[in-house]
């Protein structure tokens, strides 16, 4: 090993993560890891001619974040398409199709995603009509925020062979009117009809893609992701082999815990795989599976009945789920099921309890709840019974919902994103962006955490915020509970001696800033394996 330091960061404010040593002055880095940590004296003695030291000036650092649920390959392919999610009304979204529609030529499919009708001053979900009257010549297909609603045109429906006379899908829902034709709108993976028409993207996009949204994640802090699956698995084989792409070519620069589709396991036990195979980068991650939709689409299932539509819709059954699981579970493959509403927790609660109970896992790494919208305080008591389990929370999504759970659950809202109630439990609570659903800016996620606000800043006074957590809780939620919940605890999510060296620098200090003022903060420097990968 090398008698000098690398890079020395000094003069600063360091929130270890790590217990043992919470705070320090300055950091130092050797090749992949950190070498030095403490006070400035003594961390400034590793330097020599060839070491790079960068003054702090009081900045703050932390460990690189890590999000545990990101629809990494999805947001790196909507690079091209329209993102609706600072469109502020009805109006704004049709202007933003037709633009689209006038820049990329008659004929060409017209893409976006990320709307979010609750907000409008509308409140008004567009249908085919609507589109029709801005795209015309163009097939159109737009997704909710949420992803489990999209909205074709009539041309989009056409080009997909969806009339009057074609069936729900499996697990999907094609809405229609009183004259049984249908109106654009797709729930779950009635979204899929859509898809298997779209034109293929091609490898040389996709890898270029990959490559600016891994830089992209740089400047939000984020040196880890989990890349997680969307329903129906159309996208398993195309994401793992664009991650091994980038991996065979040393240019991967961001750790990828990748999971795959639930609907694979039977493959994925033959082959011997298991959750944590693979290299520090690049892990083989969950078996991903879906308990039920969004609220948004008003297909989360739920113990009581939407204030404007019916209890929602399991999508795969729980018996289902269950034998999977179970095979998984046994053949160490970790599992992580998709749980929005309230009766689809604590169907899922209940699996896994069952599962605990015959004691025959080898799985060394903990299957997940993901989202854990909204759940009921008895089966918060029963989560809290599991030992092998963790969850993962979407504050980023709880600033885009405030106003479609009031309107569609009412006072039963207390029961969603009861992120203090999760963490009481002392099951891991890791913190995550669900992007392109949400912003995937961890500092967006810190801020809704805490303030339980939308980014606009309301309500005034927080929503149900007996449910907010600290600034400390949250940053623990992107840094040392997912790296301790994904057996990575001993290399990751601390800035400690001998751990990767994965840094992140700040500018300003969120634990002493006013709540409000953290989504202004922004990274200024990203370090990823030693490396310095970003500097504003």
Same mark, same amino acid.
């Given at each position: 090993?090398?008698?000098?330091?690398?890079?020395?960061?000094?003069?600063?404010?360091?929130?270890?993560?790590?217990?043992?040593?919470?705070?320090?002055?300055?950091?130092?880095?050797?090749?992949?890891?950190?070498?030095? %940590?403490?006070?400035?004296?003594?961390?400034?003695?590793?330097?020599?001619?060839?070491? *790079?030291?960068?003054?702090?000036?009081? *900045?703050?650092?932390?460990?690189?974040?890590?999000?545990?649920?990101?629809?990494?390959?999805?947001?790196?392919?909507?690079?091209?398409?329209?993102?609706?999610?600072?469109?502020?009304?009805?109006?704004?979204?049709?202007?933003?199709?037709?633009?689209?529609?006038?820049?990329?030529?008659?004929?060409?499919?017209?893409?976006?995603?990320?709307?979010?009708?609750?907000?409008?001053?509308?409140?008004?979900?567009?249908?085919?009509?609507?589109?029709?009257?801005?795209?015309?010549?163009?097939?159109?297909?737009?997704?909710?925020?949420?992803?489990?609603?999209?909205?074709?045109?009539?041309?989009?429906?056409?080009?997909?062979?969806?009339?009057?006379?074609?069936?729900?899908?499996?697990?999907?829902?094609?809405?229609?009117?009183?004259?049984?034709?249908? +109106?654009?709108?797709? *729930?779950?993976?009635?979204?899929?009809?859509?898809?298997?028409?779209?034109?293929?993207?091609?490898?040389? +996009?996709?890898?270029?893609?990959?490559?600016?949204?891994?830089?992209?994640?740089?400047? !939000?802090?984020?040196?880890?992701?989990?890349?997680?699956?969307?329903?129906?698995?159309?996208?398993?084989?195309?994401?793992?082999?664009?991650?091994?792409?980038?991996?065979?070519?040393?240019?991967?620069?961001?750790?990828?815990?990748?999971?795959?589709?639930?609907?694979?396991?039977?493959?994925?036990?033959?082959?011997?795989?298991?959750?944590?195979?693979?290299?520090?980068?690049?892990?083989?991650?969950?078996?991903?599976?879906?308990?039920?939709?969004?609220?948004?689409?008003?297909?989360?299932?739920?113990?009581?009945?939407?204030?404007?539509?019916?209890?929602?819709?399991?999508?795969?059954?729980?018996?289902?789920?269950?034998?999977?699981?179970?095979?998984?579970?046994?053949?160490?493959?970790?599992?992580?099921?998709?749980? %929005?509403?309230?009766?689809?927790?604590?169907? %899922?609660?209940?699996?896994?309890?069952?599962?605990?109970?015959?004691?025959?896992?080898?799985?060394?790494?903990?299957?997940?709840?993901?989202?854990?919208?909204?759940?009921?305080?008895?089966?918060?008591?029963?989560?809290?019974? !599991?030992?092998?389990?963790?969850?993962?929370?979407?504050?980023?999504?709880?600033?885009?919902? %405030?106003?479609?759970?009031?309107?569609?659950?009412?006072? *039963?809202?207390?029961?969603?994103?009861?992120?203090?109630?999760?963490?009481?439990?002392?099951?891991?609570?890791?913190?995550?962006?669900?992007?392109?659903?949400?912003?995937?800016?961890?500092?967006?996620?810190?801020?809704?955490?805490?303030?339980?606000?939308?980014?606009?800043?309301?309500?005034?006074?927080?929503?149900?915020?007996?449910?907010?957590?600290?600034?400390?809780?949250?940053?623990?939620?992107?840094?040392?509970?997912?790296? +301790?919940?994904?057996?990575?605890?001993?290399?990751?999510?601390?800035?400690?001696?001998?751990?990767?060296?994965?840094?992140?620098?700040?500018?300003?200090?969120?634990?002493?800033?006013?709540?409000?003022?953290?989504?202004?903060?922004?990274?200024?420097?990203? !370090?990823?394996?030693?490396?310095?990968?970003?500097?504003?």
């Amino acid at each position: 090993m090398k008698d000098y330091a690398d890079i020395i960061l000094h003069n600063g404010r360091i929130q270890t993560q790590d217990q043992a040593y919470p705070r320090a002055q300055a950091v130092a880095v050797t090749g992949k890891k950190i070498t030095g %940590i403490g006070s400035d004296r003594d961390v400034l003695a590793l330097a020599s001619g060839h070491t *790079r030291v960068i003054d702090l000036d009081k *900045r703050l650092v932390l460990p690189g974040f890590i999000d545990t649920h990101f629809h990494f390959y999805e947001w790196a392919l909507n690079y091209d398409s329209i993102d609706f999610s600072g469109v502020s009304s009805f109006k704004e979204m049709q202007a933003a199709v037709s633009n689209k529609a006038r820049a990329i030529g008659k004929g060409n499919w017209v893409l976006g995603q990320g709307f979010n009708e609750s907000d409008w001053p509308e409140n008004k979900m567009p249908d085919r009509h609507d589109l029709d009257r801005v795209a015309p010549d163009n097939p159109v297909c737009i997704w909710r925020c949420d992803l489990h609603l999209s909205v074709a045109n009539s041309l989009g429906l056409q080009l997909a062979g969806i009339t009057s006379a074609t069936p729900d899908p499996e697990d999907g829902v094609i809405a229609r009117d009183a004259s049984g034709h249908p +109106t654009g709108i797709l *729930r779950e993976l009635a979204a899929n009809l859509i898809r298997n028409v779209l034109p293929r993207t091609s490898r040389e +996009t996709v890898r270029e893609n990959m490559l600016k949204a891994v830089q992209d994640a740089h400047g !939000l802090g984020l040196t880890s992701i989990h890349d997680i699956r969307l329903m129906g698995g159309l996208d398993g084989a195309d994401a793992l082999k664009a991650w091994q792409t980038l991996r065979q070519e040393d240019k991967l620069f961001l750790r990828c815990h990748v999971s795959l589709p639930g609907e694979m396991t039977d493959q994925a036990v033959a082959l011997g795989l298991f959750t944590g195979f693979g290299d520090d980068i690049l892990k083989i991650g969950h078996l991903k599976f879906f308990c039920d939709g969004g609220m948004g689409a008003r297909t989360g299932w739920m113990t009581e009945k939407y204030l404007d539509a019916g209890f929602g819709m399991p999508l795969t059954p729980v018996a289902e789920i269950e034998r999977a699981a179970l095979k998984a579970d046994s053949s160490g493959l970790s599992v992580m099921v998709h749980a %929005i509403g309230d009766r689809a927790n604590r169907e %899922i609660i209940d699996m896994f309890t069952r599962i605990e109970r015959l004691g025959r896992t080898r799985c060394i790494i903990p299957h997940r709840i993901e989202h854990v919208q909204m759940v009921l305080p008895k089966d918060l008591e029963n989560l809290s019974a !599991l030992k092998n389990i963790a969850v993962s929370c979407q504050p980023n999504n709880l600033s885009l919902d %405030i106003s479609m759970i009031d309107e569609c659950a009412g006072s *039963r809202g207390k029961y969603a994103y009861n992120l203090k109630n999760i963490l009481k439990t002392g099951i891991p609570l890791m913190l995550s962006s669900d992007a392109p659903v949400a912003d995937p800016n961890p500092l967006a996620g810190i801020y809704s955490a805490v303030t339980r606000k939308r980014m606009n800043h309301t309500p005034k006074n927080g929503w149900y915020m007996e449910q907010a957590l600290s600034v400390e809780e949250a940053v623990r939620g992107y840094t040392i509970t997912p790296a +301790t919940a994904s057996g990575t605890g001993e290399l990751l999510g601390s800035v400690s001696k001998g751990k990767l060296a994965d840094i992140i620098v700040l500018d300003r200090d969120i634990f002493e800033i006013d709540p409000d003022d953290i989504p202004e903060a922004t990274v200024d420097i990203t !370090l990823f394996n030693g490396r310095i990968v970003y500097e504003r």
